[in-house]
């Protein structure tokens, strides 16, 4: 089968097309033939190297793939050959024509949501049910979505304007500022301007925000404590996309009655892997609604991790087999 095999740890490159031996389900697995594997933004992380490969390289990349389960190992429910499905791997193996994975891994989905759909909106959709249940912003409060304009961002924001929050986004350039718009957010402010939070001053113009979700972490976070709701703020940490988690000490928090919920960690991934279900059926009802950037051919998966690592995507990338 073809197969994207990751050589080494490095750039893209090292993401590199190939003939190899096909997987077969073991006991409490399946197989699946995949339509559809999401590129996922932890993925280029995995690929740099900033967190540890689980299994020695080479080896088969990725951690979703979509499909159609086509094989049972011993012990697996017979419903579900022939299931349209999501699995996730342990960590390596999704980037393939055929993807084995644990039974209890899979997400049936749901009639009515077409595949790749469903293998966009699964790792946003789910993380960002969690991350609702956790901040559980309400009516009339001030929300600040960071970097809105594609994946958890987006649908973060599409939600918090449903249920009547006032959305204030952060997103990079002009384009992704419209998008940002065009999810529901009442204001943007662009990120890549180093005094952003100054920019979110100006426009609270002396009110506070509510919840902030922080997908930037760094040094990002300390200039925005003064303008979180003291006492009822809470600080939602979900992301490291400067490379570092929020710099903060607890003291600065505690000095101004603040939260701040860390959404990492085995029991977080626990929290979110139980939000997959209806992460799917909310897609196939319209309730949260993903966005594909591009479908790429499975061989072009070092350019989807580009697509990735140069912002230029303006929503989920997909590979197709
Ligand atoms: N805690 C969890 O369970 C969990 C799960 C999955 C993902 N995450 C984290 O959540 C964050 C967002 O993930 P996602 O899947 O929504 O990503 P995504 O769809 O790929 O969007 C990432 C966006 O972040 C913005 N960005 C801001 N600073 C950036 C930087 N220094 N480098 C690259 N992009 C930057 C870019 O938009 P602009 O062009 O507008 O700047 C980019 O398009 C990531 O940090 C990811 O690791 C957390």
């Given at each position: 089968m073809r197969a994207i095999v990751m050589t080494e740890t490095g750039g893209p490159e090292v993401l590199v097309a190939r003939e190899v031996e096909p997987p077969r389900p073991g006991a409490g697995q399946i197989l699946v033939r995949t339509e559809a594997i999401p590129v996922l933004y932890p993925e280029t992380k995995v690929r740099a190297g900033a967190f540890p490969f689980p299994a020695p390289l080479p080896a088969v990349f990725g951690f979703q793939a979509a499909g159609t389960v086509t094989e049972l190992g011993d012990g697996v429910d017979p419903a579900l050959r022939g299931a349209r499905v999501v699995a996730s791997t342990t960590g390596y193996g999704a980037y393939a024509e055929l993807v084995v994975a644990e039974a209890d891994s899979v997400t049936v989905i749901p009639d009515g949501l077409a595949t790749e759909a469903a293998a966009a909106i699964l790792m946003p959709g789910s993380v960002t049910l969690a991350l609702l249940r956790t901040a559980a912003p309400a009516a009339g409060e001030t929300v600040l979505v960071e970097a809105a304009a594609t994946g958890i961002g987006s649908l973060l924001t599409q939600r918090c304007t449903a249920l009547g929050a006032r959305v204030i986004a952060t997103a990079g350039g002009p384009a992704k500022a419209r998008l940002a718009r065009e999810h529901g957010a009442d204001a943007v402010i662009d990120?890549?301007?180093?005094?952003?939070s100054e920019r979110l001053a100006e426009l609270l113009a002396g009110s506070t925000v509510d919840v902030v979700f922080d997908s930037i972490g760094g040094d990002s976070v300390q200039p925005l404590l003064d303008l979180v709701t003291p006492l009822r703020g809470r600080i939602i940490s979900y992301g490291?996309?400067?490379?570092?988690?929020a710099q903060l000490g607890a003291a600065e928090l505690i000095l101004r009655g603040l939260t701040l919920t860390g959404c990492a960690g085995t029991a977080w991934l626990a929290e979110v892997a139980g939000q997959r279900a209806a992460a799917l059926a909310a897609a196939a009802d319209g309730t949260l609604v993903g966005t594909v950037d591009a479908v790429l051919p499975l061989a072009e998966a070092a350019q989807a991790h580009r697509k990735l690592e140069e912002r230029v995507a303006m929503g989920t990338v997909l590979l197709r087999p």
């Open positions: 990120h890549t301007a180093p005094d952003w490291w996309l400067s490379g570092a988690p």
